[in-house]
């Protein structure tokens, strides 16, 4: 008995500093730099500066369906599926546009790459661009995610902005942060484009 409790102690301290060492490792990886405008009761507006992204398209319906096609490919890129066979760092966070027409994943590029300079991708279905700055509004979620909460704070960002009078346009996107097997200090978030200039910020 006293052999399997120390075990199960060794076991729980090395899951511990996995668990740590995996969220020192997610808080050193490069972030999508952006700036927040203006903090709301449940959101805030944020603008982003232009991005240079690599994205696959997919018939996907679901958060599920999405990440588990999406992510493959897109990793594939990054790890050397290119024509320099270069491996690129991984960032945060992974857009996740999901829809009834055309979902679509994307993984934003280091900051000292454009769309210019990145190696091209040896799979067809991942393409580069640069993505057009813009204002956004944003709300953040903990934990695991899915279908469920993609939903429900999807829905609490639109009524929120109804409610601030906030037009907005486009989808709604999700915005992961972390790897699967990092299980505490989860960060996700909603996004959606908004009309900030006719939303006359408060001073």
Not at 39 to 45: H, L, M, S
Not at 86 to 94: C, N, R, W
Not at 135 to 156: C, M, N, P
Not at 188 to 202: G, L
């Amino acid at each position: 008995m006293k052999g399997l409790l120390i075990t199960v102690g060794i076991i729980a301290v090395l899951f511990t500093i996995f668990q740590i060492y995996i969220i020192m490792s997610t808080n050193k990886t490069e972030s999508q730099p952006y700036t927040v405008i203006s903090k709301e009761d449940a959101f805030e507006i944020r603008f982003y500066p232009a991005a240079t992204m690599a994205t696959i398209t997919s018939n996907a319906k679901s958060y599920k369906e999405l990440g588990s096609s999406g992510f493959r490919k897109l990793a594939g890129y990054i790890f050397g599926g290119n024509n320099e066979s270069k491996q690129i760092a991984m960032t945060s966070p992974v857009h996740m546009d999901i829809n009834d027409s055309m979902s679509s994943m994307s993984f934003v590029m280091p900051s000292n790459y454009t769309a210019d300079n990145l190696p091209k991708p040896t799979n067809s279905e991942v393409s580069l661009s640069t993505t057009p700055e813009e204002y956004v509004a944003a709300i953040q979620f903990g934990g695991f995610t899915s279908e469920e909460k993609i939903s429900k704070y999807t829905a609490l960002l639109e009524s929120s902005l109804k409610k601030s009078n906030i037009s907005y346009y486009g989808h709604f996107r999700y915005l992961g942060y972390n790897p699967p097997y990092q299980l505490f200090g989860r960060k996700n978030e909603i996004i959606v484009s908004v009309n900030w200039d006719a939303a006359k910020p408060k001073q």
